[in-house]
């Protein structure tokens, strides 16, 4: 059960990294993605690449998770941490704001997780 814990984390972790720095990089990116030059832009960006790499580490992740754990006790676990890593990192990192409410759901998503992971493990 410990592997299959430390894999949802880094799953979420991977995806997360992947979530922030694909945003950095299109903040670059100052005219519509449909554009060629749009695309130019994007691809010479490393954080562009660097955040492909990172999600697709990610899914190949997910796959050796699932090859050891149920789904429906991973799934909703990672789900639940990418948002919250993606929610908290972004607001330190990028200086986005969340409102109240998004901090009261944020703590409801950590009493899911907790809740969740207490559950049946197979």
Known sequence: MA???????????????GQLLLKVSLA?????????AAIRVLVSDWRF???CSSTGAGA???M????????????PIMVGLSLLLVMLASSILL???LSPASW????????GIYLLSRGIHR
């Open 28 to 36: 670059s990116v100052h005219t519509p993605l449909t554009s060629g």
């Open 49 to 51: 690449w660097v955040a």
């Open 104 to 111: 009261v759901g944020t703590f409801l998503i950590i009493g």
């Open 60 to 62: 190949v992740l997910w």
């Open 64 to 75: 050796t998770v699932l090859t050891t754990t149920s789904l429906s006790w991973a799934y």
């Open 3 to 17: 592997a299959a814990i430390v894999g949802v984390l880094a799953v979420s972790a991977l995806i997360a990294t």
């Open 95 to 97: 200086g986005e704001r």
